[in-house]
Structures are given as structure tokens and as C-alpha cells.
């Protein structure tokens, strides 16, 4: 975050996986190989997302299933290359129905899949070099979808499971239906390819979780939780902006878009374009450096100044008249009638919130410092659903179940919104904040959407989604209608 008026020396912030992360992110940046020449609003349900039921069951592939026939330039015939074959081959039958269904053409399969090893001695795809490159393609010259079966999707599978390979191959596919629907051409800016991208893949995604696809199961919970710690990991990074050649989005951008595709479905994805994108997108033009100019860094969260500003951000977005305003105060409360929830926790019998400043600190460190941080934001962001919890109970709600957790992220997405650059707050974000509040909703833990006992739904996917209800809605109305 920054403060305004007080620069920050910059810190560089983590993707999950550390190093290795950082290089497949970015090598993932050019996944369309150039060439030369908001979920619909529904009725929220505790045990459902999107309309589908919360579902604890196995993800991945179908036991027993007969693999798939398509032929694939370049394989050797291993696990990695079969997973990938018969990823495609449901990623096209999903296509070769929704086409002709929602927008009344065919869809003519993709013209040439190919394998290769970036380890190897390399050979040519789309006019380019393969080794070294840790990479998934389309390529729109020649109709191609590409991918490295020798790093790229044995790391994908080892670090987040096979549905991990499904889903970078499913975007891929997405951009060759780009090209089929013409929603896109050559001076289609990148940040919009991708985003319609994941969009799609999103869409794809709903289709398999209703039981569709022939050799793939996911389950909304777990499952789905994997996909999009999958968006995180591949997500760009702080140094790239979204008008970046290559670029992809920040992890609660490409978040939101496979959100849209599963929810909303195709249709909603084809309506994706630079104006849409704009108008939405929190991943800044420029990278690293703030929209409102100020260097980014990790502010000292423990820091007097930064919790009075936090205080006073707090305050801004909740406190309304007459509602007495919770005290925050330096130690934990002593309150049997509530189960602590460090680093912060809400006590409605004295409307304190106690703070535990040692976890506080730890939560607080940059990720890449290795103590189990989150950065600044996921722990201020922390505190913010605490502030939440006393104004739901100001308002006469009741502060646990798992009504009260997703209104808590929805309230907390609010706060986040109000301490965009360019509004004048005390403290804004900076390039990276949201993605941190990403990786707290995807832990198994999560405080900023979890009651006033630490507990909540089990969906990441609908952790964040109410949080991006918050966010986008801008006022606490919509979150105290919705979530009841």
C-alpha cells in the first residue's frame, strides 16, 4: 500500500512458487504467439456458487475412460502429452456444442496440436525458438496450440494437480475461439485476449463441473480452488501494466474473468473489449509504480501512523450515523464469548477490536521475506473484516454463519474500494494489494471472508467473489441485501 506524501522504497512481492514462478509467469506471458505481418446478480445461497452446489468431491481425471485419438506433432507419448490430449479433446467437444448453441456457427477443431521439450535441443513453433520456452501457445497463423510437456505442465500438474494442465490449455483453446468468433484481431490489445481468454476457460469449466466432460471431474470446492491458485500462480506481475505487450492481468483481474465465463457464461466473455476492460480492471496501465504516482512498497503494519491511517480509511467506508464506531485496540481482547481470530478479533460485547501485533507483523512481511506473510494489504485487509463484523453488528446482524462470512468479504471488498489510487484516502493501494487478498481468500484459512469465530464457506471461488461483489459495488448496500 502507500501512504500519500511518504514514499516507499519498492519491494518486489512474490508469485506462490517463488523464482521458479516468477520465470513461468512471465514466459507464460506470450501464450497468443504473435505473428509478423461482474457474475450476473442472483440469489446467494450458503451452499451454493453460481448456481451449482458446493461439492467436496474428487477433481482431475476420470478413472477407467478411454483416452482420446487426437493426433499430437511432437509427442512422445508420455503422461504429460496424454493429459494434454485429452484435456484439448474436452475443452473442443465443449466448443463444438456451445458454438453452434449460444452463437449459431461451428466450431472447426484446431488444426495441428504440438508437443515439445524446452529441455531439449529445441525446434520451431509459430517462427520461434523452442528451447528454454516454458510455454503454453496459440498460434493464429497456422491454427496451432502448443505446449512444453518437458517443465511447464510436469510443474503445473506436481504443484497444483492435473487440473492445473486442463486449465492452461482450456485458456489456449479459448483464443483460437477468439479468432472463430472474430471478437478479436490484430490490434486487439493483449490484456483483452486474455482476459476473454480465461473468460472462456471459465465457461469451459462450468461445463465440466456439471458432470459434462468425458474425462474430467471437478469439484466447485477444492477443485475449483485449484484453478484459480492456478490463475494466481500465472498471474503478471507487479512490473507489468495492463497495456503491456503480453499482458494477462493481475490475479484478481484474471480472477474475475474466468468468474464471469462460469457464471455468466460465453456470451458474457464475447462482450469483453478495451472499453469493458477499462472500465473494471485494477491492474494499473503503467506497472509497479501507483496510479497516483507514489513508489510502491510494504508498509511497517505495526506502525503507529500506518494503523492510525488504517483507522481512519476504516471509518470512512463504514461509519455511518447512528452506529457506534468499535475502538481498536493494541492487545487482544479478553472475550470468552468469542473464539480469538488473530491477527484481529471483534468482540461485540465491549465493540472492540484487539489487535495481536506479533501476528500482526508476521502477516504483514512481504511474502518473499519467508515468514508466512501475506504483505500489507492481506493484513490490513485482515483487520478491515473486523471492522466489517461491527458494522454488521451495529446494524443487527448477526455475526456468525456462513451468511455473516460472506458479507464480511463483500463489506471488506467495499474498504478495498475505497482506497483506490486517485480517491484520496490516506492509504491506497498499490500494484499487487488485491492479489494479496486473492491469496488470503484462496488459504484454507481466511479472515477477511470468515464470521466473527473465524469460520466460513469452504469455496474460494465464492470468497472471492463476494469480495469482487464489494469491491465493484462500491457501497455496503449490496452487501447487507445480498448476504443474508
Known amino acids: 500500500m502507500t501512504t500519500p506524501n511518504r514514499r516507499m522504497a519498492p519491494t518486489g512481492r512474490a508469485l506462490a512458487g517463488g523464482v521458479l514462478a516468477l520465470g513461468v509467469a512471465a514466459l507464460l506471458g506470450g501464450c497468443v504467439h504473435p505473428v509478423e505481418g461482474a457474475g450476473a446478480a442472483e440469489r446467494w445461497s450458503a451452499t451454493r456458487i453460481a448456481g451449482l452446489e458446493i461439492t467436496t468431491g474428487p477433481s482431475g481425471p476420470r478413472p477407467g475412460v478411454t483416452d482420446a485419438r487426437l493426433v499430437v506433432v511432437g509427442g512422445d507419448g508420455g503422461e504429460a502429452d496424454r493429459l494434454a490430449r485429452n484435456a484439448v479433446d474436452d475443452v473442443q467437444r465443449y466448443w463444438a456444442d456451445e458454438l453452434p448453441a449460444t452463437f449459431g456457427r461451428g466450431f472447426d477443431p484446431v488444426a495441428r496440436l504440438m508437443s515439445y521439450d524446452s529441455t531439449g535441443p529445441g525446434g520451431t513453433v ?5 528451447r528454454g520456452a516454458v ?5 493464429p497463423a497456422d491454427d496451432t496450440v502448443a505446449w512444453d510437456r518437458g517443465r511447464l505442465l510436469p510443474m503445473l500438474d506436481d504443484s497444483f494437480g492435473p487440473m492445473a494442465v486442463v486449465a492452461v490449455l482450456a485458456h489456449e483453446v479459448g483464443h483460437a475461439v477468439q479468432f472463430r468468433l472474430r471478437t478479436v484481431d490484430g490490434r486487439t490489445s493483449s490484456i483483452v485476449k486474455e482476459q476473454q481468454a480465461d473468460c472462456f476457460a471459465g465457461a469451459f469449466f462450468r461445463w465440466v463441473a456439471e458432470g459434462n466432460a468425458p474425462h474430467f471431474q471437478l469439484s ?16 503478471d506481475g507487479t512490473e507489468t501494466g495492463f497495456e503491456a505487450e503480453g499482458a494477462h492481468g493481475n490475479a484478481f483481474d484474471r480472477v474475475s474473468a474466468f468468474q464471469f465465463g462460469f457464471g455468466d457464461g460465453p ?7 478495451d472499453a469493458e476492460v477499462r472500465r473494471r480492471i485494477t491492474q494499473p496501465a503503467g506497472g509497479r509504480r501507483s496510479a497516483s504516482g507514489e513508489a510502491t512498497g510494504n508498509l511497517p503494519v505495526i506502525d503507529r501512523g500506518a494503523l492510525a491511517a488504517l483507522e481512519a480509511t476504516l471509518r470512512a467506508a463504514f461509519d455511518r450515523g447512528g452506529v457506534t464506531r468499535p475502538t481498536i485496540d493494541l492487545s487482544p481482547p479478553a472475550c470468552p464469548e468469542v473464539t480469538v481470530t488473530a491477527p ?23 511474502p518473499e521475506q519467508g515468514q508466512g ?14 471492522y466489517a463484523l461491527a458494522t454488521q453488528h451495529g446494524a443487527g446482524f448477526p455475526l456468525t454463519g456462513l451468511a455473516t462470512a460472506q458479507r464480511t468479504a463483500c463489506l471488506s471488498g467495499v474498504w478495498a474500494a475505497t482506497v483506490r489510487a486517485g480517491r484520496g484516502a490516506v492509504l491506497q493501494l498499490s500494484p499487487g494489494d488485491l492479489d ?33 461483489d464489494g469491491f465493484t459495488a462500491d457501497t455496503p448496500a449490496l452487501c447487507l441485501s445480498k448476504y443474508r
Open 344 to 366: 484481529a478479533t471483534y468482540c461485540p460485547a465491549t465493540n472492540t477490536i484487539g489487535l495481536d501485533l506479533a501476528e500482526l507483523a508476521r502477516l504483514g512481511t512481504s
Open 135 to 139: 510455454n503454453a501457445f496459440y498460434c
Open 373 to 386: 506473510g501475506i504483505g500489507d494489504f492481506g493484513a490490513f485487509a485482515e483487520v478491515a473484516s473486523r
Open 267 to 273: 456470451v458474457r466473455c464475447a462482450r469483453i473489449d
Open 436 to 468: 494479496e487478498a486473492v491469496a488470503e481468500m484462496l488459504a484454507p484459512r481466511s479472515l477477511i471472508a470468515a464470521d466473527v469465530n473465524g469460520a466460513g464457506v469452504p469455496s474460494g471461488f465464492a470468497r472471492v467473489e463476494a469480495f469482487r
Open 220 to 235: 466447485t470446492g477444492s477443485g475449483l480452488n485449484q484453478i484459480l491458485a492456478t490463475l494466481f500462480f500465472i498471474r
Open 126 to 130: 509459430c517462427g520461434s525458438d523452442t
